[in-house]
C-alpha cells in the first residue's frame, strides 16, 4: 500500500521560511517524479513544482520561483519542499504526490496523494 505522508506545516508570518517533508512508503521512491500542489480555501487545487527522479531537475509555477525550492534524498524515500519569503497568498494546503511517468503540473498525471499538511501565514 503506497502512502505519503507530509509534515511540516504551520502559522508563520510573512516574509518566514518554513520546510515541509513528505515520506513515501510502499514505492520504490527512486522510479518516481514527485510534486508538490496546493489548495486554498475556495480554489482549486493548484501545482506548486516537480522534481525529477534523480533531483537533477526541478519545475516550478511561475508565483513560487526564486522562493520555493524542491529536493530529495531518496536514500530516505523523502522530498522536500523549502519555502521562503512566504506571503499570505502561499496560505494553503500543501500535498505532495507521486508520478511515475510525467514531470510536470498536471495533477491527474500523478497517481499517488498524500493527505496534505495546513500552511497559514498571517500577513
Known amino acids: 500500500q503506497v502512502q505519503l505522508v507530509e509534515t511540516g506545516g504551520g502559522l508563520v508570518q510573512a516574509g518566514d521560511s518554513l520546510r515541509l517533508s513528505c515520506v513515501a512508503r510502499?514505492?520504490?521512491?527512486?522510479?518516481?517524479?514527485m510534486g508538490w500542489f496546493r489548495q486554498a480555501p475556495g480554489k482549486e487545487r493548484e501545482f506548486v513544482g516537480t522534481i525529477n527522479w534523480r533531483g537533477s531537475a526541478t519545475y516550478y509555477r511561475d508565483s513560487v520561483k526564486g522562493r520555493f525550492t524542491i529536493s530529495r534524498d531518496n536514500a530516505k524515500n523523502t522530498v522536500y519542499l523549502q519555502m521562503s519569503s512566504l506571503k499570505p497568498d502561499d496560505t494553503a494546503v500543501y500535498y505532495c504526490a507521486a508520478a511515475s511517468r510525467h514531470f510536470g503540473p498536471v495533477a491527474s498525471e500523478y497517481g499517488n496523494w498524500g493527505q496534505g499538511t495546513q500552511v497559514t501565514v498571517s500577513s
Open positions: 510502499g514505492l520504490t521512491f527512486s522510479n518516481y517524479y
